[in-house]
């Protein structure tokens, strides 16, 4: 996603602290050490989160008796502050009381059952807080216990691990009263993500103040991309970053991984452009099911027609070349008819895949960024072909860039007559004109306007679509620093960003009206393995962790954060 001919990067506006008004707070893998100590008056159950335990049988921690003593009410020193997690809640109450920790005899109590869709998600945070008994039914919530419930109309007939439709779906109320607390959320994703805030709050502060905490997203779709085609990640690395990300509350992961470099999935379909180190499907499946388990969407992304070298070295007759015959790297001949064949097959495969739940979102990402042919000063000279083509499917005025709006197209419906629903391309995918416009239903992921001829994201709101932010001066971590790169920093994300500076260092310029969650939904940060040998993969962990926290803080909440980022850098550090 970097392009050699990239411009001079422009110089970076100076950083403030900004006016405090919000707490926050961070959890995931890189920060999975022991819990701190907590002086409590009984003995304190508190012990580290075992990742492996994500993929344990529902039921398999739990005990449906009630444990010695557990009436009685136990005795801590009392939850002072606020909440102190990443990203901070939205707003809590404060009420008189000692709060809630974790004590012996504690309890998470289901009232709705071993088999209802939140069994999981109570077990896994009776497991984050060192192993606490679940039980289930009509029990009585003693002194000590989470209580933990769905809440709304048809709460009980919801399908589990669904992920959330809107920003409202994952909202989550957690009530601390008399030793006692209480998580309930419309949905079994509001309730995961109460049971982070518990997680990160025992581990920050041993426990949760007395009160009220309603928390809610400030936008819907929050996330990180990882290139895993340039350099390849291991299944472990991915299941890491993964929970990781669902410890922060984000909720999509995007997995670029056909590009120049590599093939990195197996094909059954093609099995000669599949790269030496990859990922097998059954490893891809386990992939896709933590992430599911954890209320987060894997968004799969092919990249065509650009980005294809790896495949195409196995179909030179589809490479694209120039006038003078020279072949183009990475890029593939659109005018010709077998193109499409070969990257339909491929589609094809990988969409069923990557399988969506019934009802849920099915994404899909196109790519579309960075055709060569219209990196060109005169591509109709230098692609006599495609003009060809262009004239002859659009007229005698076609161009380039409407036989490639046609191209990606065609593979939307591809992809969409296999079920996906949410499609998405690169903002350097989509072109203007009278002829052929980019299917209206899909999204614009932009990441760059730097490079001539780039449109504003705003002339794309002001036409009606919807834009992700992708911002490649704030949220892209490309190895090596190539073109002008420079790693991004959590402070500078957490300072000087939110999800309306879409490009360069400015909130889009357009009414407030197209500026909502429905408009630009989120933002994800992006990892581009461009120099692959440049950082190891425990590098590459440690340089992202601070940036996905800020990041996580942003698209959560849209107030000013309240902590310094000395503070909010010390809280992550510190949960």
């Avoid at 100590?37 to 990742?51: I, N, P, T, Y």
């Avoid at 041993?206 to 819907?220: A, F, K, S, Y």
């Avoid at 659009?394 to 007559?417: C, F, H, M, S």
Wanted: aromatic residues 6%.
């Amino acid at each position: 996603m970097s392009n050699p001919m990239r411009p001079p990067r422009a110089p970076r506006p100076s950083a403030s602290l900004r006016p405090a008004t919000t707490p926050a707070r961070r959890s995931g893998p890189a920060a999975r050490s022991a819990l701190p100590a907590v002086a409590l008056a009984g003995a304190l159950l508190l012990a580290g989160c075992s990742d492996a335990a994500d993929t344990e049988p529902p039921g398999s921690t739990s005990a449906k008796v009630n444990p010695p003593g557990a009436g009685a009410t136990p005795t801590w020193a009392p939850v002072t502050g606020t909440p102190q997690v990443i990203p901070a809640v939205r707003d809590f109450r404060r009420a008189d009381g000692r709060g809630w920790r974790p004590s012996k005899g504690a309890r998470v109590v289901v009232p709705a059952g071993e088999k209802s869709n939140v069994a999981d998600e109570a077990q896994r945070m009776a497991r984050d807080l060192g192993g606490l008994t679940v039980v289930y039914g009509d029990q009585t919530v003693q002194p000590g216990d989470i209580e933990v419930k769905l809440s709304g109309k048809g709460s009980a007939d919801q399908a589990d691990n669904v992920p959330a439709g809107s920003a409202a779906d994952e909202a989550y109320t957690l009530t601390a009263d008399n030793t006692r607390l209480t998580l309930t959320a419309p949905t079994d994703a509001g309730i995961f993500y109460g049971t982070r805030t518990v997680k990160q709050a025992v581990r920050a502060a041993g426990g949760l103040p007395e009160g009220t905490i309603q928390d809610r997203p400030g936008r819907p779709q929050r996330g990180m991309s990882l290139d895993n085609a340039r350099k390849p990640y291991t299944q472990d690395w991915i299941e890491a970053r993964i929970r990781e990300i669902a410890d922060l509350k984000l909720n999509q992961f995007q997995l670029h991984f056909s590009d120049d470099q590599g093939f990195r999935i197996q094909s059954d379909t093609h099995p000669e452009i599949v790269s030496a180190d990859h990922l097998t499907k059954a490893q891809v499946r386990q992939i896709i099911a933590l992430a599911r388990s954890l209320h987060i969407s894997v968004v799969p992304e092919l990249d065509s027609p650009g980005h294809l070298g790896a495949v195409l070295a196995h179909y030179p007759q589809l490479q694209l070349r120039n006038a003078q015959g020279r072949v183009i790297p990475g890029a593939i001949d659109i005018s010709n008819p077998k193109s499409a064949q070969l990257i339909d097959s491929l589609l094809r495969e990988f969409s069923d895949l990557f399988t969506n739940p019934e009802g849920a979102p099915a994404y899909w990402h196109l790519g579309g960024d960075e055709y060569q042919a219209l990196m060109s000063s005169s591509p109709s000279t230098k692609y006599p072909q495609l003009a060809q083509a262009a004239r002859a499917k659009y007229g005698p005025n076609g161009t380039i860039e409407d036989l490639t709006t046609g191209w990606l197209n065609d593979r939307q419906k591809t992809v969409q007559a296999k079920g996906k629903n949410r499609i998405e391309a690169w903002n350097d995918g989509f072109f203007s004109s009278p002829r052929v416009s980019p299917d209206k239903n899909r999204m614009v992921d932009y990441w760059t306007g730097k490079e001539a001829g780039h449109r504003d994201p705003s002339s794309f709101l002001r036409e009606g679509r919807n834009v992700m932010n992708f911002n490649d001066e704030y949220l892209y971590y490309v190895l090596g620093e190539p073109n002008q790169f420079v790693y991004p920093t959590g402070q500078r994300i957490y300072e000087s960003w939110t999800p309306l500076v879409i490009r360069g260092t400015q909130p889009v310029a357009v009414p407030a009206g197209m500026t909502g969650p429905d408009r630009i939904p989120g933002a994800r940060f992006a990892i581009w393995s461009d120099r692959a040998q440049a950082q190891t993969q425990a590098q590459v962990a440690a340089g992202i962790r601070l940036p996905l926290a800020a990041l996580a803080q942003k698209t959560w909440d849209p107030r000013t954060p309240a902590l310094s980022w000395t503070s909010f850098k010390a809280l992550a550090n510190r949960v």
